[in-house]
T-cell receptor, first 115, second 117 residues
């Protein structure tokens, strides 16, 4: 079946603009995760969803970052007033649930470049 | 907070030879999960192998095996009979088994593996 998909694949924006990154998880996966991969910070957790609720938002770096998930499926990560330090690859993952050693399946990521 | 350390930024191996990647972690928890992920240039992270901390037996997946030393908090990955397709970044990751801690993965800094033909 289809894996996790993300769009756009690449996004170039100007400092101060808002951007939206989209993630389509594997069908039937109730848990969805966002991670950020940057040269300076490595791979870091941002937020995860169980269904449409986000029990853990601890990784969001500032209030310019927000995410939502609707219908227990698609998720959107929004970055307002982008800054150059937001440049990174944003990875989305999904898993069947939360219990046990559930594998998180990753998408190909969105590379965000803020000029 | 848990931390994961990969001390080798880059490792080189001859095709068909064996390479071992190091990973150490710091945690006060007794129940957790450990993973090795592979990230090729396509950026898509692929799970290589996983280990549950309560299991003493080391996990194996075909040419990939781990050496899990719980007391030493060490989780190394051995790639046997290396192939050109094994060239990638490899990330060690930790996940708490405690529901309250959330389900997030904590990653190490990664090790780039180069395979020489």
């Amino acid at each position: 079946g289809a894996g996790v998909s993300q769009s756009p694949s690449n996004k170039v924006t100007e400092k101060g603009k808002d951007v939206e990154l989209r993630c389509d998880p594997i069908s039937g996966h109730t848990a969805l995760y966002w991670y950020r991969q940057s040269l300076g910070q490595g791979l870091e957790f941002l937020i995860y969803f169980q269904g449409n609720s986000a029990p853990d938002k601890s990784g969001l770096p500032s209030d310019r970052f927000s995410a939502e998930r609707t219908g227990g499926s698609v998720s959107t990560l929004t970055i307002q007033r982008t800054q150059q330090e937001d440049s990174a690859v944003y990875l989305c993952a999904s898993s069947l649930g939360l219990a046990g050693v559930q594998e998180q399946f990753f998408g190909p990521g969105t590379r965000l470049t803020v000029l | 907070a848990q931390t994961v350390t990969q001390s080798q930024p880059e490792m080189s191996v001859q095709e068909a030879e064996t390479v071992t990647l190091s990973c150490t972690y710091d945690t006060s928890e007794s129940d957790y999960y450990l993973f090795w992920y592979k990230q090729p240039p396509s950026r898509q992270m692929i799970l290589v192998i996983r280990q549950e901390a309560y299991k003493q037996q080391n996990a194996t997946e075909n040419r990939f095996s781990v050496n899990f030393q719980k007391a030493a908090k060490s989780f190394s990955l051995k790639i046997s009979d290396s192939q050109l397709g094994d060239a990638a970044m490899y990330f060690c990751a930790y996940r708490s088994a405690t529901r309250a801690a959330g389900n997030k993965l904590t990653f190490g800094g990664g090790t780039r593996v180069l395979v020489k033909p």
